[in-house]
């Protein structure tokens, strides 16, 4: 079944205590990115990578890192987490070089930062 | 991204068709309509997508109206599992090389009602 994979699905953590969330997707998408969603901000797109070892910067970065060494896996890694990153994360891929663009998303991964 | 707006919310009665409107009035010609929805804190997901004919797939119809200024997602027999947000996103449909960043607005509650 094709789909995008998030772990963990619920993580409450300390401030400063550095995790990582995982993302990982079966069907072989060159394009992987990372929304956070907050109550009347939408959803907001963290990070984005065409392809393996090519990230870059979406609209809220800060405090996250990113890193794209496999096609199928693109962890989000924050190294030193705030109150302020407590949010609900998802995980999107997408195949390039088609004009159908359905993105695929994750089930969610709610972060709660004390 | 051409702005668009959907009614806050709407309410559908089970069974019966449940039809949600978008209006994109600067919507430039080489924009695509796409309608994604979200469960309550799932993954966003997508539903449909069109240019200027109208299109169906096995979730939903979309109707475009002639302008292109305005659309409508029509989903045939709503059922209780449809109660969600129903996002309408205009953009140009990527291609390689570009962020395949969705930006999300407020969307329409659909609630349907047994």
């Known amino acids: 079944e094709a789909q995008v994979t998030q772990n963990p699905r619920y993580l409450i953590t300390v401030t400063g205590k550095k995790l990582t969330v995982t993302c990982s997707q079966n069907?072989?998408?060159?394009?992987m990115s990372w929304y956070r969603q907050d109550p009347g901000l939408g959803l907001r797109q963290i990070y984005y990578s065409m392809n393996v070892e090519v990230t870059d910067k979406g609209d809220v970065p800060e405090g996250y890192k990113v890193s794209r060494k496999e096609k199928r896996n693109f962890p989000l890694i924050l190294e030193s987490p705030s109150p302020n990153q407590t949010s609900l994360y998802f995980c999107?891929?997408?195949?390039?070089?088609?004009?159908?663009?359905?993105?695929?998303f994750g089930p969610g991964t709610r972060l709660t930062v004390l | 991204d051409a702005k668009t707006t959907q009614p806050p919310s709407m309410d559908c009665a089970e069974g019966r068709a449940a039809n949600l409107p978008c209006n994109h009035s600067?919507?430039?010609?080489?924009?695509?309509v796409y309608w994604y929805r979200q469960i309550h804190s799932q993954g966003p997901q997508y539903i449909i997508h069109?240019?200027?004919n109208n299109e169906t797939n096995e979730m939903a119809s979309l109707i475009i109206t002639e302008d292109r200024k305005s659309s409508t997602l029509i989903l045939p027999h709503a059922t209780l599992r449809d109660t969600a947000v129903y996002y309408c996103?205009?953009?140009?449909?990527?291609?390689?090389?570009?962020?395949?960043?969705?930006?999300f607005g407020k969307g329409t509650l659909l609630t349907v009602n047994p």
């Open positions: 069907m072989n998408h060159e394009y």
């Open positions: 600067t919507i430039s010609g080489n924009e695509y």
């Open positions: 999107a891929s997408s195949q390039t070089g088609t004009r159908s663009d359905t993105q695929y």
């Open positions: 069109g240019l200027k």
């Open positions: 996103i205009v953009r140009v449909a990527s291609s390689g090389g570009s962020n395949y960043k969705l930006t």
